[in-house]
């Protein structure tokens, strides 16, 4: 089991609201990721990073910001919410070289 | 472009049977191939990570090959399970860039019927 942790597991929220999804990983990995994934469709990658301090932008354009002050926490930041914004976002760690990464739950956002 | 396409889209069997899924790739520089689990609601569980030089590895009752080749990966399941029910996504990471970057399949549905 990866100890790697998201929270709210589920989010409904308005349009124009700002929110956060936390993530966070107790296995000290240096690389973090976040994905969106819509149903039966593949993984996107969105923000990465690779150290403390570290953020880049993935492949998939988002309008949603990362920050990442501690190795343990990669939280993503929606500033104004909308209904496009409706998915899956996945949190992922790994550690060096070919380790494979660990997936968090998941958080299923609901923008109405 | 770089690519991963899965087939079948998805599969239905009846539990005890055994099945094999299919990935082709067009990835390139290839680094390793990796076959995830991701049950509904959940984030995907690694399976397998295969490198260039390997041609099978297996976990349990999963088996992953590779041909890197013709660019294609197979994954066995045998004597299947209910639990087995979940979508089987094939990943393959390139040599192209310090992260190594990740491409993904849209996976394959497999539901076990009892």
């Known amino acids: 089991e990866a100890d790697i942790y998201q929270t709210p597991r589920y989010l409904v929220i308005g349009t124009g609201k700002k929110i956060t999804l936390e993530c966070s990983q107790t296995m000290g990995h240096d690389k973090m990721y976040w994905y969106q994934q819509d149903p039966g469709m593949e993984l996107h990658l969105i923000h990465y990073s690779y150290g403390v301090n570290s953020t880049e932008k993935g492949d998939l354009s988002s309008e949603s910001t990362v920050s990442r002050i501690r190795t343990e926490h990669f939280p993503l930041t929606l500033e104004s919410a909308r209904p496009s914004h409706t998915s899956q976002y996945l949190c992922a760690s790994s550690g060096q070289g070919l380790e494979t990464q660990y997936f968090g739950p998941g958080t299923r956002l609901l923008v109405l | 472009k770089n690519q991963v396409e899965q087939s079948p889209q998805s599969l239905i069997i009846l539990e005890g049977k055994n099945c094999t899924l299919q990935?082709?790739?067009?990835?390139?520089?290839?680094?390793?191939l990796r076959w995830y689990k991701q049950d509904t609601g959940r984030g995907p569980v690694s399976l397998t990570i295969?490198?260039?030089?390997?041609n099978t590895k297996s976990n349990g009752r999963y088996t992953a090959t590779l041909d890197a080749d013709t660019k294609q990966s197979s994954l066995h399941i045998t004597a299947s399970q209910l639990s087995d029910s979940a979508s089987y996504i094939c990943v393959v990471a390139d040599r192209g860039s310090t992260l190594g970057r990740l491409y993904f399949g849209r996976g394959t549905q497999l539901t076990v019927w009892p």
């Open positions: 295969m490198t260039f030089s390997e």
């Open positions: 990935c082709n790739y067009t990835v390139s520089p290839f680094s390793n």
